[in-house]
């Protein structure tokens, strides 16, 4: 399993624990350390299967384990692209102290060299091209009949509704893959024959504690 955009390394630690070999990717010094600690973790925990960091920016990481003997053995590519420091982080609230809903870890780093290199940071033209481009080299890793799976949703910004999952498979198939599904999953119930939507699970548990 290759992840190109591991983050602390939550897909790779998933893959360990059911005896998968992972290889995870991460532009950020700090966040790729907290991946290899975690994976560090899960071994302690019992974990069967391998998993290794790599640091760098995806695309360029992926083009060089080309030229390994992982080219062609990837059978599962898992990731989530970023969107921006809109919707990572993590949240306080005032049933942990803070004075009001407070988000923190949520900037990505300021490095020149590495903010030009980070997705979070490009516009929406440029970020579909990175994104078509780190497609193109992890699929070269794939085996035969190897799966790229990438989660994502749409978001909001300046009162529009941007379709991010539709943009990201376009870039897929930009980058020569084959798009065989399409999942969606919604924030909603059915009652009395309607789609009534529903707050997010962060809004549901805040709502319940201020």
Known sequence: ??????????????????????????LEPKWASIARLNLETAAIQGAHGTGVVHTGEGAEVAARLALTSLAGRVS?????????????????????????????????????DRRTANLAYQRP?????????MMAACRVLLAPGGVVVVTTRPY???GRLVDFPGQVAQAGRRAGLVQVDRCAALLCAVLGGRVVGRTSFFQQVETRWL
């Open 76 to 112: 599962l590519v898992l990731t989530s692209p970023p969107y921006g420091a809109m919707t990572h982080g993590q949240v306080r609230s005032r049933r942990d102290g803070a004075r009001a809903v407070e988000k923190h870890a949520h900037r990505y780093s300021r490095d020149r």
């Open 1 to 26: 399993m290759l992840d190109p955009m591991c983050g602390i390394g939550t897909t790779l630690v998933e893959a360990v624990h059911l005896g998968r070999d992972a290889v995870g990717i991460e």
């Open 125 to 133: 033209e440029k970020l579909m091209d990175s994104f078509t481009r």
């Open 156 to 158: 909001r910004t300046r």
